[in-house]
């Protein structure tokens, strides 16, 4: 599913702007009491780069259902299995990330940012959310045809880290032993 694989990009270059932005403005900023015109770049393009990873997880879950409505079961099995078995990469260094930055701004400003967490917090509970609309079509045409998994499997997809523990499970079940 071509949706999926441009979803993915889209997540890893999120991150590589997580990454850049505040490393950038603090390489920028340093010792300057305005901001810079860089920095101002930098969060724009950060943040551009947040509305595109949204915007294709958005197309990418609306085609997953268009798949299962078509009955294209492979290309809705391909693409589920991409976005959740090629990010948790992405999640686990996403994870790492904020929490060093966030860590850093809350520490620094003695509690006053704390509300930043949710910044990166709702972006994985939407990324997700938006991955498992994929694992929700597909648990739904599995339980249609009689041979589907428990009703767990509904949450299962949508939740962050219980997503990886059903897709383990209905990968066993599907007999999806190769993870391209």
């Known amino acids: 599913m071509k949706t999926a694989r441009l979803f993915i990009a889209a997540l890893y270059l999120h991150l590589a702007l997580s990454i850049a932005a505040p490393v950038g403005i603090l390489i920028l900023n340093w010792q ?49 299995r991409l976005l959740k078995m090629k990010t948790i990469p992405f999640y686990v260094l996403y994870f790492v990330w904020s929490g060093v930055v966030c860590g850093a701004l809350i520490i620094s400003s003695r509690g006053a940012l704390l509300p930043l967490l949710l910044i990166p917090a709702g972006l994985v509970c939407l990324f997700v959310f938006q991955s498992g609309c994929l694992g929700l079509a597909l648990v739904h045409t599995m339980r249609r ?12 997809q949508i939740l962050p880290v219980l997503d990886v523990v059903s897709t383990l499970f209905l990968m066993r079940s599907l007999h999806v032993d190769n993870i391209n």
């Open 32 to 80: 300057r009491e305005e901001f810079s015109e860089g920095g101002k770049l930098l969060v724009l393009s950060w943040l551009a780069g947040t509305v595109l990873a949204v915007v294709l997880g958005w197309i990418c879950a609306v085609m997953g259902f268009v798949a299962r409505h078509q009955r294209h079961m492979g290309r809705l099995v391909s693409g589920w």
């Open 145 to 156: 045809h009689g041979d589907g998994p428990s009703l767990f499997h509904y949450p299962g």
